[in-house]
């Protein structure tokens, strides 16, 4: 059964649930493929919760299927939002996989909400582990920067296991505000490159 999603979310907590790159989800955006599913409020694009599926569909079948293709299996999961499968002949593609990556996904959210909170009052505002000063930005970059969650723990031993882990989550559901900081040394490190997955990868009916 599909999950009931009857909120919209940015682009970023798009991203963070259903594990697509942001700039992909706008890529995806741009191209049509979310059409009625997006609106704009005071400058940010609002991602219908209903339409996750889809997005990650869309970005799953990236370099798999023609875009006339995609387009038509697109429309038809966004069209009926019960169907368990989706079918493009000759293609038929099960959708249970996806609809957990993305109820995960909220849950993840959902959980890195609760386990974070921002006060005027402490650290001038930014994201906080709740009960600490400790700014959940700055877990999340000692994280990208190839820290193991041990080390963390060891140097925050009032974090536990499941905080660190969602502290990704949540910095990319929720950047920084303001201006960028400066690049770390870790960063000028050459990315790695990510894979797109093909569409024999995606489980079939």
Not at 1 to 29: C, D, F, H, Y
Not at 33 to 59: D, H, N, T
Not at 139 to 162: C, F, N, R
Not at 180 to 201: C, N, Q, V
Request: charged fraction near 25%; aromatic fraction near 4%; charge should be positive.
């Amino acid at each position: 059964m599909r999950p009931n999603m009857m909120k919209a979310l940015t682009a970023n907590e798009a991203a963070s649930v259903t594990g697509v790159p942001l700039k992909q989800v706008n890529r995806i955006i741009d191209a049509g493929l979310m059409r009625g599913f997006v609106r704009k409020e005071r400058g940010s694009r609002l991602v219908a919760s209903q339409a996750l599926i889809g997005l990650r569909l869309a970005y799953l079948t990236a370099n798999a299927l023609t875009p006339s293709a995609r387009q038509r299996i697109l429309e038809k999961v966004l069209a009926d939002q019960s169907q368990m499968t989706v079918q493009e002949a000759p293609l038929r593609v099960d959708l249970q996989p996806l609809i957990e990556d993305v109820e995960a996904g909220l849950d993840r959210l959902d959980r890195a909400r609760q386990a974070v909170k921002s006060d005027p009052a402490i650290l001038g505002g930014d994201p906080v582990f709740a009960g600490t000063r400790i700014v959940v930005h700055s877990i999340a970059d000692m994280l990208a920067s190839g820290e193991t969650a041990e080390a963390i723990a060891k140097a925050y031993p009032q974090l536990k296991e499941d905080q660190i882990s969602i502290a990704a989550d949540y910095t990319l559901a929720y950047p920084r505000r303001g201006r960028p900081r400066g690049k770390p040394a870790w960063r000028g490190k050459a990315a790695k490159s990510s894979r797109t997955l093909k569409f024999d990868d995606l489980p079939v009916a």
